[in-house]
């Protein structure tokens, strides 16, 4: 079997294969958090069988603000990341 497809220690997160889905600008947030589309998007990935995907395009500040659609880091959506990510994991991937 090749080894893309066997599992990987990456720090302290164990993945189940070597396939990330990289950074790419998704467009798919709404009032600068995720919205539902963004997260049955990355679920999708996930269910694929990827090991790990990664949303893009995150301002740390809302002036670093470059499309309407990008996610703004701040405390207010970390509840809809944490129902993304945690969604992503039920279907096995990072």
């Known amino acids: 079997m090749s080894e893309l497809f066997t599992p990987y220690q990456l720090g302290p997160v164990m993945l189940r294969n070597r396939v990330v889905r990289s950074a790419a600008f998704e467009s798919m947030g709404e009032n ?20 790990m995907t990664t949303v893009a395009y995150a301002a740390v500040c809302r002036s670093g603000l470059s499309f309407r659609k990008q996610l703004w ?12 990510t945690d969604a992503v994991h039920r279907e096995g991937a990072a």
């Open 32 to 51: 600068f958090g995720p919205s539902k589309q963004l997260k049955d998007y990355h679920v999708a990935v996930a269910r694929g069988g990827v090991g």
């Open 73 to 84: 880091l701040r405390p207010e959506i970390v509840p809809a990341l944490r129902d993304a």
